[in-house]
C-alpha cells in the first residue's frame, strides 16, 4: 500500500543535540508538510514544501530547518534540541490543491 | 488572520446521545473546510470535507459561512466514535494551498 513512513518513532535525547527526522512516502505526491503535535495546541504547521525545489516555513519554524532530498523524502532537522521541542511530530503529504492530507504515524521526541 | 477555533479541548457525551462538535473560522477568502480524526493508536485522517456534502460514520458539518462555522453532528454518539477530532481550513498560498489546524476537541463516549 502506498503510505508515508517516519522514523523513527520514538527518540529521547539530550538539550544540544543535532536531531533529525525522516519522512518517506510512495504516494507520488509532490506536497509534503511536517507539523508539531502539543496537547491543547492542536497541529501546528513547522514547514512544507510544494516540490523538490520548494521549501516554505510555517507557523513555528525557529529552531527547525528541513531538507527535501527527493520527491518521496522530507527531513526534519533539530540542530540543536531544546526541552521545549518535546512534541509528536507528524509528516504529510497531499495532491496539487488538495485539503487531504495523508499523515505519517508520528515521531514522539523527549528533549532532556 | 487566517485562524480556526475549536472552544471545547474535552467533550464528554453518553452514548446514544447527540453529538456537536464546534468549530468557527477566520478567512478573508472563500473557506474550504474539513474535518480529521485520530482514533486510539491510529493515524490522524480525512473525516469528511464541506464540498462533498457527504455523511461519514454518521457524522455531517454544515457550512455557515453567516456565522462562520462548520459544526460537527451526529445524531446519536456510539462507543467508537471516542477520538480527537480537529477541524481544519484550506488556505491559499503563492505556490498552492496548506491546511491549518484547530486545537482539537477530544470526544468521549461513555457507556
Known amino acids: 500500500d502506498a503510505d508515508v513512513t517516519q522514523t523513527p518513532r520514538n527518540r529521547i535525547t539530550k538539550t544540544g543535540k543535532r536531531i533529525m527526522l525522516e519522512c518517506s512516502q510512495t504516494?507520488?505526491?509532490?506536497?509534503m508538510y511536517w507539523y508539531r503535535q502539543d496537547p491543547g495546541l492542536g497541529l501546528q504547521l513547522i514547514y512544507y514544501?510544494?516540490?523538490?525545489?520548494?521549501?516554505n516555513k510555517g507557523e513555528i519554524s525557529d529552531g527547525y530547518s528541513v531538507s527535501r532530498q527527493a520527491q518521496a523524502k522530507f527531513s526534519l532537522s533539530l540542530e540543536s534540541a531544546i526541552p521545549n521541542q518535546t512534541a509528536l511530530y507528524f509528516c504529510?503529504?497531499?495532491?496539487?490543491?488538495?485539503?487531504?492530507?495523508?499523515f505519517g504515524e508520528g515521531s514522539r521526541l523527549t528533549v532532556l | 488572520a487566517q485562524r480556526v477555533t475549536q472552544p471545547e479541548k474535552l467533550l464528554s457525551v453518553f452514548k446514544g446521545a447527540p453529538v456537536e462538535l464546534k468549530c468557527n473560522y477566520s478567512y478573508s477568502g472563500s473557506p474550504e473546510l474539513f474535518w480529521y480524526v485520530q482514533y486510539s493508536r491510529q493515524r490522524l485522517q480525512l473525516l469528511l470535507r464541506h464540498i462533498s456534502r457527504e455523511s461519514i460514520k454518521g457524522f455531517t458539518a454544515d457550512l455557515n459561512k453567516g456565522e462562520t462555522s462548520f459544526h460537527l453532528k451526529k445524531p446519536f454518539a456510539q462507543e467508537e466514535d471516542s477520538a480527537m477530532y480537529y477541524c481544519?481550513?484550506?488556505?491559499?498560498?503563492?505556490?498552492?494551498?496548506?491546511?491549518?489546524f484547530g486545537t482539537g476537541t477530544q470526544l468521549k463516549v461513555e457507556l
Open positions: 481544519a481550513l484550506l488556505i491559499l498560498t503563492g505556490g498552492g494551498n496548506k491546511l491549518t
Open positions: 504529510a503529504t497531499s495532491g496539487i490543491n488538495s485539503g487531504e492530507l495523508f
Open positions: 504516494k507520488g505526491h509532490d506536497r
Open positions: 514544501s510544494f516540490d523538490v525545489k520548494d521549501i
